[in-house]
């Protein structure tokens, strides 16, 4: 057996990882019935077959984004060359270089919900035809001036990132349910493989393509081929390199939307979905603002801080280039193209170690180490200008280790969220994060000039790195405090947690407006009720007290049928219950400390980690048998919990 994992405090175990896998073995066999039958075999072979095809479907989408991503890079760099009209507009260069995180920003968000309420497969097929579509528009892009072409292709990659947002919220949630069920001690790896490490490489095909393209069409021009009266160098044909890039892309998008077809939610979500009926109410709501808050700054901001440096340096990394080195457009492609082989070593090394040393401790290394090589950068930057090649090594070095914030941001969101409300915070936290990268990227020429009087300098480059180290510096303090550890810990457990504080909360709201005698047929027709949260605030500013609190009662009925109550004893019970909930992070532990005491915040942890399988003679799917959706017979998980706690396992989470 392995020494038991902790994650706040040395004395308090969280979780042992092979007792834990004994509890997700047992959940896994409970769920399809029992494994001593020739059906259940059949039943968990296909069930796996179903998480490899998601896996390779994951690969393949991630591929895709990460081609989106770039290809529009180079191309920036591109228009600047040889479009006068791009070259002498800020607002162009930031609208194309922002289009696709404003479409990210709203398929993020929107395919959050779609992804939590209609399903994960079903959102990741709209997404694959958004790409598709914004990609047919990206190749026939015109305009009866440049401008006009422009605003086109401005158009044409937002409707890409509508797409490309939803393959966030769609699919890392998926495929992180399903490393659940293939091994909870290695699922960080697992995934930034899937997803970070196959983005990456997306990210180098559209160089290595453009390369091609640019060699046959542009070969020779540079940002000083241009004559005042804006001739392009003769012999350069633009549209072909960036029609091509953009069509190009097509092929992968049909082939990954094929793949869209055979894949499938994640058991985890089914189950979920079972149970609450693909219904969000106020308990939600409530217990997002009153336990994520903390935890939300640190998937958020974090997130924000992220893309903030990563999209303006990105792509405006060409321009740059071109400007320190003074080489053309070919030869800029391909230093970027050695770049990106050389940063695909960043994601893969740490996959190695972010379960190892936690998403918390990656990620505060990593920002460390930004924070540190970005004062050192900024310190030399005039020096290293002078030295091309030594400019670029020391780029390329320092880079590297981004990932070691990439990662444990991507990661976090989609741990530390239970199944329930999963895909629509992630897309929040992603989509609020992209907030950062519009920003940063809207901003970045307007500072560059700013900086530099109205010239872009390498004087004013050198200001935005301190203002970046001071940026990278706030996302370490920031990780430290706010990030939480959710490494080597089961996501079911986190859903039974989750769960159990919607039932406490139920209770306590129906008895404090005073609904405790309520009978079985009651609760059977609260379940239908058709009451939401925006209901009830046109009743509190339109109708009489009388009427508000009348809703408000029917509101708590509805909830409790929600939450799979069976009669009013145990309504009485649960309302009586106290609440506890850690959300890992290290501000609350301290905060707690200082209010609580060691000894008694302690004991706050421990009966936190217990609040998913304490006080609970059923489980919600047991409550859920009685209504009559399933078989009253069936075992169900938590019955799995109860057989290992008689073996003398505890199911810690």
């Given at each position: 057996?392995?020494?038991?994992?902790?994650?706040?405090?040395?004395?308090?175990?969280?979780?042992?990882?092979?007792?834990?896998?004994?509890?997700?073995?047992?959940?896994?066999?409970?769920?399809?019935?029992?494994?001593?039958?020739?059906?259940?075999?059949?039943?968990?072979?296909?069930?796996?077959?179903?998480?490899?095809?998601?896996?390779?479907?994951?690969?393949?989408?991630?591929?895709?984004?990460?081609?989106?991503?770039?290809?529009?890079?180079?191309?920036?760099?591109?228009?600047?060359?040889?479009?006068?009209?791009?070259?002498?507009?800020?607002?162009?260069?930031?609208?194309?270089?922002?289009?696709?995180?404003?479409?990210?920003?709203?398929?993020?968000?929107?395919?959050?919900?779609?992804?939590?309420?209609?399903?994960?497969?079903?959102?990741?097929?709209?997404?694959?035809?958004?790409?598709?579509?914004?990609?047919?528009?990206?190749?026939?892009?015109?305009?009866?001036?440049?401008?006009?072409m422009m605003w086109m292709i401005i158009v044409s990659r937002a409707i890409v990132g509508l797409g490309m947002g939803g393959e966030y919220t769609?699919?890392?949630?998926?495929?992180?349910?399903?490393?659940?069920?293939?091994?909870?001690?290695?699922?960080?790896?697992?995934?930034?493989?899937?997803?970070?490490?196959?983005?990456?490489?997306?990210?180098?095909?559209?160089?290595?393509?453009?390369?091609?393209?640019?060699?046959?069409?542009?070969?020779?021009?540079?940002?000083?081929?241009?004559?005042?009266?804006?001739?392009?160098?003769?012999?350069?044909?633009?549209?072909?390199?960036?029609?091509?890039?953009?069509?190009?892309?097509?092929?992968?998008?049909?082939?990954?939307?094929?793949?869209?077809?055979?894949?499938?939610?994640?058991?985890?979500?089914?189950?979920?979905?079972?149970?609450?009926?693909?219904?969000?109410?106020?308990?939600?709501?409530?217990?997002?603002?009153?336990?994520?808050?903390?935890?939300?700054?640190?998937?958020?901001?974090?997130?924000?801080?992220?893309?903030?440096?990563?999209?303006?340096?990105?792509?405006?990394?060409?321009?740059?280039?071109?400007?320190?080195?003074?080489?053309?457009?070919?030869?800029?492609?391909?230093?970027?193209?050695?770049?990106?082989?050389?940063?695909?070593?960043?994601?893969?090394?740490?996959?190695?170690?972010?379960?190892?040393?936690?998403?918390?401790?990656?990620?505060?290394?990593?920002?460390?180490?930004?924070?540190?090589?970005?004062?050192?950068?900024?310190?030399?930057?005039?020096?290293?200008?002078?030295?091309?090649?030594?400019?670029?090594?020391?780029?390329?070095?320092?880079?590297?280790?981004?990932?070691?914030?990439?990662?444990?941001?991507?990661?976090?969101?989609?741990?530390?969220?239970?199944?329930?409300?999963?895909?629509?915070?992630?897309?929040?936290?992603?989509?609020?994060?992209?907030?950062?990268?519009?920003?940063?990227?809207?901003?970045?020429?307007?500072?560059?000039?700013?900086?530099?009087?109205?010239?872009?300098?390498?004087?004013?480059?050198?200001?935005?790195?301190?203002?970046?180290?001071?940026?990278?510096?706030?996302?370490?303090?920031?990780?430290?405090?706010?990030?939480?550890?959710?490494?080597?810990?089961?996501?079911?457990?986190?859903?039974?947690?989750?769960?159990?504080?919607?039932?406490?909360?139920?209770?306590?709201?129906?008895?404090?407006?005073?609904?405790?005698?309520?009978?079985?047929?009651?609760?059977?027709?609260?379940?239908?009720?058709?009451?939401?949260?925006?209901?009830?605030?046109?009743?509190?500013?339109?109708?009489?007290?009388?009427?508000?609190?009348?809703?408000?009662?029917?509101?708590?009925?509805?909830?409790?049928?929600?939450?799979?109550?069976?009669?009013?004893?145990?309504?009485?019970?649960?309302?009586?219950?106290?609440?506890?909930?850690?959300?890992?992070?290290?501000?609350?532990?301290?905060?707690?400390?200082?209010?609580?005491?060691?000894?008694?915040?302690?004991?706050?942890?421990?009966?936190?980690?217990?609040?998913?399988?304490?006080?609970?003679?059923?489980?919600?799917?047991?409550?859920?048998?009685?209504?009559?959706?399933?078989?009253?017979?069936?075992?169900?998980?938590?019955?799995?919990?109860?057989?290992?706690?008689?073996?003398?396992?505890?199911?810690?989470?």
């Amino acid at each position: 057996m392995t020494e038991p994992i902790t994650d706040i405090a040395p004395d308090i175990v969280y979780r042992n990882s092979q007792e834990a896998e004994g509890v997700e073995s047992a959940e896994i066999s409970v769920q399809d019935g029992g494994s001593n039958t020739v059906g259940d075999k059949d039943n968990k072979g296909s069930r796996m077959s179903s998480i490899k095809f998601n896996a390779l479907g994951t690969a393949l989408g991630f591929l895709v984004n990460g081609y989106m991503y770039q290809v529009g890079s180079l191309l920036l760099t591109l228009y600047e060359d040889v479009y006068p009209t791009v070259y002498n507009s800020s607002t162009l260069q930031s609208a194309l270089s922002t289009a696709v995180l404003y479409g990210v920003l709203f398929g993020l968000i929107g395919f959050g919900f779609i992804a939590d309420i209609v399903g994960r497969k079903a959102g990741l097929i709209m997404c694959s035809s958004l790409v598709i579509l914004g990609s047919v528009l990206s190749v026939a892009a015109n305009g009866t001036s440049t401008d006009g072409m422009m605003w086109m292709i401005i158009v044409s990659r937002a409707i890409v990132g509508l797409g490309m947002g939803g393959e966030y919220t769609c699919n890392v949630p998926n495929v992180m349910e399903d490393s659940e069920d293939v091994n909870v001690n290695t699922r960080g790896r697992r995934v930034s493989l899937l997803v970070m490490f196959m983005e990456v490489v997306g990210n180098n095909t559209p160089t290595v393509i453009q390369l091609i393209l640019i060699a046959a069409a542009c070969r020779n021009v540079t940002l000083d081929s241009r004559s005042s009266t804006g001739v392009r160098l003769p012999g350069c044909h633009p549209q072909v390199v960036w029609r091509l890039s953009y069509g190009l892309g097509l092929i992968p998008c049909v082939i990954v939307l094929l793949f869209r077809m055979r894949m499938s939610d994640s058991s985890m979500y089914q189950s979920d979905a079972k149970l609450r009926k693909k219904f969000y109410d106020g308990l939600d709501l409530f217990v997002i603002l009153r336990h994520f808050t903390s935890r939300a700054v640190g998937t958020v901001v974090m997130w924000l801080i992220v893309d903030w440096i990563n999209y303006s340096q990105g792509n405006f990394s060409g321009v740059i280039l071109e400007k320190v080195t003074g080489v053309s457009l070919f030869k800029t492609a391909w230093i970027g193209l050695v770049q990106g082989v050389i940063f695909q070593s960043g994601p893969f090394i740490a996959s190695l170690v972010v379960d190892r040393l936690g998403r918390r401790n990656t990620e505060i290394l990593g920002w460390a180490w930004l924070a540190s090589t970005q004062l050192i950068n900024a310190g030399i930057y005039i020096i290293l200008s002078h030295h091309p090649v030594g400019f670029i090594v020391w780029q390329t070095f320092v880079f590297i280790f981004q990932y070691f914030v990439f990662i444990p941001v991507y990661l976090i969101p989609a741990e530390v969220y239970p199944t329930r409300i999963r895909a629509t915070m992630y897309g929040w936290s992603s989509g609020l994060g992209k907030v950062g990268g519009i920003l940063g990227t809207t901003l970045f020429p307007y500072m560059w000039k700013g900086f530099g009087h109205g010239v872009e300098s390498l004087d004013a480059l050198r200001d935005i790195q301190w203002f970046y180290a001071g940026l990278e510096y706030l996302g370490l303090i920031l990780a430290v405090l706010f990030v939480p550890e959710y490494s080597k810990t089961s996501l079911r457990g986190e859903d039974r947690r989750y769960n159990e504080l919607r039932r406490r909360y139920a209770a306590k709201f129906a008895k404090s407006l005073g609904v405790s005698n309520i009978s079985d047929a009651e609760l059977r027709e609260a379940s239908n009720s058709s009451l939401s949260l925006y209901k009830l605030l046109k009743l509190k500013i339109r109708s009489s007290k009388e009427t508000y609190l009348h809703a408000k009662q029917e509101y708590a009925k509805m909830l409790l049928a929600r939450c799979y109550f069976q009669n009013s004893e145990e309504v009485e019970r649960y309302a009586e219950l106290p609440i506890y909930y850690d959300d890992r992070t290290l501000i609350t532990k301290w905060i707690r400390q200082w209010k609580m005491g060691r000894e008694e915040a302690a004991r706050y942890i421990e009966n936190a980690e217990k609040l998913g399988w304490e006080d609970n003679s059923q489980s919600s799917e047991e409550r859920m048998n009685k209504n009559g959706s399933r078989k009253d017979d069936e075992m169900t998980i938590d019955n799995a919990v109860a057989v290992l706690n008689s073996e003398g396992k505890k199911p810690s989470y």
